[in-house]
C-alpha cells in the first residue's frame, strides 16, 4: 500500500513538473503531400544523407502521428480515398496515430476559399448535407475495412468562416453551417465511435473569432469533441495579429485555457510551421510551442502538428532544405525523448 501511494505521489508530482505525460501528448506531422512527391521522382533524406520514405522518416524523428487531408474529387487523386487509405496504411505500419482532414472541397480550403466540390455545385442544402454525410461515412468506411484506427477526424478545414461557400459561409448562414457540421460529426461516428470530432480554424492567437464559430455553432445544436488551431506566428504576424513569435505563443495557450473555460473543448495544435530559411530561430519558435502546449494550458492541448515539413521551396514554413530536414525538426525529436 505504501508503495502504491508513493508512486501515485511521485507521478503526479512528475506531471505537474514536466507538464502532460508523454503519452497523452502527440507530436505529429500533416505529411498528405507525400505521395505527389514520390511522383514527381523526388526523394528525402534524413540527416545521415540516407534514403527515408517520409513516414518512415517522421517516425525516425520521434513523431508519432500523421495527418492526413481528403479532398474529393481531386486531379491525380492526391489526397482522394485511395491516396489517404495508402498513407494511412504506412502510418500504421509505424504505429502512428491518424487524423484524417475532410476538406470538402476538390482541392484546398482555407479562410481565403472553401470551394464546393464541383460535382456536388448545384446541391440544395437538404442534399449538400445528404452528400456530406455521405462521403464522410464512405471514406472512414474505406479505412475501416483496411483496419485502419482512426483517432481524430476534422470535419473542414480552416473553417474560420464555414465552408462550402457561398451556401455556409459562417457570416451570412451559421444555421447551415452548424447544420453541415452537424451531418459530419454524426457521419464519423458512424463510423468510429470514439474518433473525436475536431472542429478547425485558423489565427490560433485570436479569442475573437473562435467564439464567434463555437458561439454560433453551438446556438444552432452542432457539436464537437475537440478544437483545433493552427498557430503560426509568421502569418499572425503578416496579418497584423501579433507583433512577434513570443506574443503568438502566449495568446495561442491563452486562447485554449479560454476554450476550456468556455466551452469545456479540450484542443490540439493541428497545424504550425516556421521559416524554413531561419531553421535556428524556427527550432526555438517549435521548441517554445511545444512546451506552451504542454505547460501553459491547463492540460487541455494533446499535441502539435507540424504541416508539411517536407516542402521546399514554393511553401515558406517547411523544414527540410535540400531534401533533409533541418532543426527545426530538432524541436520535435527532442521533445520526443
Known sequence: MYRTVLSFLMLAISVFAFGQDKQDFWLGADISGTTELEAAGEKLYNSKGEIRENTALMHELGLNAVRLRVWVNPRGGFSGAQDVLEMAKRARYYGMAVMIDFHYSDWWADPGK????????????????????EHTHDVLQLLKDHHIDVKWVQVGNETT????????RAEDNMQQY???????????KAVYPEAKVIIHLDGGCDQKRYD?????????????????LSVYPYWDIKGNLEKDWQGTVRDFAANIRHLYQKYGSECMVVETGAEAQKPVEGKRIMEAVIRAARNDCDGHCHGVFYWAPEAEGQYPLGAFANHRPTAIMDAFTEAAK
Request: charged content about 20%.
Open 212 to 228: 464567434f464559430i463555437f458561439d454560433g455553432l453551438k446556438k444552432f445544436g452542432a457539436h464537437w469533441d475537440m478544437i483545433g
Open 178 to 188: 452548424a447544420g453541415l457540421t452537424e451531418a459530419g460529426y454524426e457521419a464519423v
Open 161 to 168: 468562416h464555414g465552408f462550402l461557400w457561398p451556401m455556409d
Open 114 to 133: 472553401q470551394t464546393i466540390p464541383a460535382q456536388w455545385q448545384y446541391l440544395g442544402y437538404g442534399e449538400m448535407k445528404t452528400k456530406l454525410w
